[in-house]
């Protein structure tokens, strides 16, 4: 499926509620469409040796900015931030504290008179990933590069509930299963190595209550800000296969159609 327009999209919702395959998807479906994870440029910076010290709200906002403006992404008003180290900054960083702004040899600077133009070549969609997790760091994302969909997932905490307590996980793969849907052929047992499944600590419904409420009062506002700026969409579904459907006619009827 071909893009008429860039797509700049966020799927916000609670944990377990399916985020990773609704994204996989996605990318399946429109060749066109980029992720963009905080967590994947974070990793790759640690290779260049960038600092992680620090991990605060500027760095990954300057992360996220460069990458866009390398992939051409930008307009000129946007000065690239090249994110390398001194050894006085790999030093500090390797001790946990430290000037942040040292660590930076060329900050990344953005014209608040002469904000950046997002490209609307369909090439330079996005699907956003890590980022923004609340209504300041949206704001300022805005101010860079304007978010024109926003998906809230939503699926029963009851039904998630059920889904946490029926997951079992192979843990050397990363593989897993759920005992409701996705069953491994012999019980307890990775359906490809034969070896045990094990139960994560934190699949328990104390530990995901814990979590679902930290998720709600960050999520609350954030999904409040893209209401008020028109772009957010509300999908709701008891399973991931009931929520794509509707994704993608969703996504099709905005950026698809002319």
């Known amino acids: 499926m071909?893009?008429?327009?860039?797509?700049?999209?966020?799927?916000?919702?609670?944990p377990g509620v399916g985020k990773g395959t609704q994204s996989d998807r996605l990318l399946q479906r429109f060749p066109q469409l980029q992720s963009i994870s905080t967590g994947d440029l974070l990793r790759s910076n640690v290779k260049r040796r960038t600092p992680l010290g620090l991990v605060a709200d500027e760095l990954v906002f300057r992360l996220i900015?460069?990458?866009?403006?390398?992939?051409?992404?930008?307009?000129?008003?946007?000065q690239p931030?090249?994110?390398?180290?001194?050894?006085?900054?790999?030093?500090?960083?390797?001790?946990?504290?430290?000037?942040?702004?040292?660590?930076?040899?060329?900050?990344?600077?953005?014209?608040?008179?002469?904000?950046?133009?997002?490209?609307?070549?369909?090439?330079?969609?996005?699907?956003?990933?890590?980022?923004?997790?609340?209504?300041?760091?949206?704001?300022?994302?805005?101010?860079?590069?304007?978010?024109?969909?926003?998906?809230?997932?939503k699926t029963p905490y009851d039904v998630i509930i059920e889904r946490i307590a029926g997951r079992w996980v192979h843990e050397p793969s990363g593989r897993v299963y759920n005992t409701n849907f996705n069953a491994p052929r012999v019980p307890g047992l990775d359906d490809v190595t034969g070896e045990k499944?094990?139960?994560r600590a934190d699949d328990t419904e104390e530990v995901y209550r814990a979590r679902y409420e930290t998720f709600q009062k960050s999520a609350e506002p954030l999904l409040e800000h893209y209401a008020k700026k028109g772009v957010l969409l509300e999908i709701e579904g008891m399973s991931s296969d009931e929520i794509t459907p509707k994704l993608y006619k969703a996504f099709e009827d905005r950026f698809c159609v002319t």
């Open 2 to 14: 071909r893009l008429k327009r860039a797509a700049r999209v966020i799927l916000v919702g609670a």
């Open 65 to 78: 900015s460069n990458e866009l403006y390398t992939r051409g992404w930008l307009g000129s008003s946007v």
């Open 81 to 153: 931030n090249i994110m390398t180290l001194n050894s006085e900054a790999t030093t500090t960083a390797s001790s946990g504290s430290g000037d942040f702004d040292n660590m930076i040899t060329s900050p990344f600077r953005l014209d608040e008179h002469n904000p950046p133009e997002a490209s609307s070549d369909p090439s330079a969609s996005f699907l956003l990933d890590g980022y923004p997790r609340n209504a300041s760091q949206a704001d300022a994302f805005d101010r860079l590069v304007p978010i024109n969909l926003a998906v809230s997932l």
């Open 197 to 199: 499944l094990i139960k």
